[in-house]
């Protein structure tokens, strides 16, 4: 029997342009399995989504109301589910992977920056972070699929280049999948040419479709809470009907 992370694994490869792996991001077990009747072959939970739907600013929810959140979506679906772990709660490699482990997760996100969003926030030397994501792997061997995230972006560096540096030290250190939230759509044929291995984009609802992100390099697309805050629009114009 195929277990849950090498289909996970193997999603992430092969893929044609125009064809990319595409992961909604649930914030709940219901929001899970409407994704995953739809045919979604994976998921990918979104930390912001999960802070929203339990009260909490992103980066707030405290690790184990966050692992709880995620057992309860992997135990209501039969597809994967890789978690977005932040920056690993400050956990020490084996523990993180036990408890993503713990919690059915078939695959992680691990950041590479601190602080928030926007130009207040740290990030992280990149060896220092290929250090850590190689502990990472170590401790989980093959049993988790590591998207490396990358913040260039995030912080502000605009360089492409950038990130490419970032991307390969990661690689080299066991991820899986890079990460380069928040890069430009005309920056993504640079990264595309650039790095090794799957390259995960992510969607917004004003730019360019899975399909059209597929075609320009990406072999992975994720929304972040994006699906949320459209379902949470559609309620409040369901709300509106009532009134």
Known sequence: MVSPVDTLRALHHGRAPGDPLILPGPWDAASARVFEEAGSPAL?????????????????VPPKEMFAAVARIT???????????????????KELVDRLLDAGAAGCN??????????????????EQADWLAEVREAAG?????????DTFVRGITDPERAV????LYVAAGADCVYPILAPVEAIPALRAGIEGPLNVLAKRDGPSPRELGELGATRITFGPGLLHRAMSALREITDELT
């Open 75 to 93: 135990r209501s679906v039969s597809v994967p589910v890789s978690v977005d772990a932040e920056t690993g709660y400050g956990l020490g490699a």
């Open 110 to 127: 691990l950041e590479d920056s601190y602080g928030g969003k926007g130009p207040t926030g740290v990030l992280r030397d990149a060896r």
């Open 142 to 150: 093959e049993r988790l699929v590591i998207n490396a995230r990358i």
């Open 44 to 60: 990918a939970t979104p930390s912001a989504g999960i802070a929203l739907s339990l009260g909490y600013e992103d980066g707030q």
């Open 165 to 168: 540096e970032r991307a390969r």
